[in-house]
C-alpha cells in the first residue's frame, strides 16, 4: 500500500513564502523519484519540480529561481520550498511518486502515485 500525504498548503501575499511537504509511505518499492505537480480547473496538471533517484531536480520555467523541491530520504518526505510568490502559483499542489517493483525499472518511468492534493492560494 502506497500512502503520499501533503501539507503545508494555504493562503499568501504575492511575494510571499509557503512550505509544502509529502510524506510518503510504502514498502517493497524502489523509488524512482518524487515530485510536485499543480493544477488550476479548466488547465491540465502541470510538473512544477521533480528530484530523481540520483538527487538530479528539475523545474518547470514558471518557477524556476522562486521555488526549491528537496529530499530527505530518511524519512521520504519530499518538500517544495516557494518563495515570490505570484497569483499565477494559485492551485491544487499534488505530490507524486515514481515507485517501482525494481529500480531497473527506473529508467524511463513516469510517476504512478499521487496524494490527494493541497489548495496554494496567492493573493495580490
Known amino acids: 500500500q502506497v500512502q503520499l500525504v501533503e501539507s503545508g498548503g494555504g493562503s499568501a501575499q504575492a511575494g510571499g513564502s509557503l512550505k509544502l511537504s509529502c510524506v510518503a509511505s510504502?514498502?517493497?518499492?524502489?523509488?524512482?523519484?518524487m515530485g510536485w505537480h499543480r493544477q488550476v480547473p479548466g488547465k491540465e496538471r502541470e510538473l512544477v519540480a521533480s528530484?530523481?533517484?540520483?538527487?538530479?531536480?528539475r523545474y518547470s520555467a514558471s518557477v524556476q529561481g522562486r521555488f526549491t523541491i528537496s529530499q530527505d530520504t530518511a524519512t521520504n518526505t519530499i518538500y517544495l520550498q516557494m518563495n515570490s510568490l505570484k497569483t499565477e502559483d494559485t492551485a491544487v499542489y499534488y505530490c507524486a511518486a515514481n515507485l517501482r517493483d525494481s529500480a531497473r525499472l527506473c529508467p524511463g518511468s513516469d510517476f504512478n502515485y499521487w496524494g490527494q492534493g493541497t489548495q496554494v492560494t496567492v493573493s495580490s
Open positions: 528530484i530523481s533517484r540520483d538527487h538530479t531536480t
Open positions: 510504502y514498502r517493497s518499492f524502489g523509488n524512482c523519484g
